[in-house]
């Protein structure tokens, strides 16, 4: 009973989108990601394409992507971090989310709990660091160095970081843009839906 039920839950594992740089493709592939991004907007206030970008640039739409193994010669020495997860939630963060939200059959593979988790932890930072919802780069420096870590500005002495920060940026933006042109599609397209309740 096990096996095929195990079986049958890794089928349903979602396929990484074919065209990652853009989102109207993304949710016509997997539409109801749309609705997980805009129930996430809707309770945290971290808009939908910003969501998205995170995502995209934290797993690349993998729901069990991790951080590569570290190696000594051949022998392997784990793991950077414990990172995971279509949002690369570390088991801290995981926990003090689960914590203050609730729901213990939570998941980082799955994408409505990572949107979830990503609006949760941005709106912190908003209320911890007074960064805009709106401000993607500065929004992902806090993601990936913790509020402490932005705090003290350690961000700053990682290059890479700023530059990774700023690719997050500029995904935002385009799939800002994107999301505008067709999103009237994704909108009130289920049966129990009446216009303009979900507009």
Partial sequence: MVLPLLAV??????SPPR?????CAVFEQHPDWYDYARSSEKKWGVPAHILMAFVRHESSYRHNAKPAREWFLFIPLGRPSSAKGYAQVQDPA???YRKETGGLL?????MEDALDFIGWYNN???KLLGISKWDPKQLYLAYHEGH???RRGSYRKKPKLMKIAARVDHTAREYGAQLRQCEDQFKCRHWYQVWPLCS
């Fill in 9 to 14: 839950l890794a089928g349903c594992a979602a």
């Fill in 19 to 23: 065209q990652q740089h853009d989102l």
């Fill in 94 to 96: 995981w926990k003090d």
């Fill in 106 to 110: 939570k998941s980082r593979s799955d």
């Fill in 124 to 126: 912190k930072s908003h």
């Fill in 148 to 150: 402490g870590g932005y």
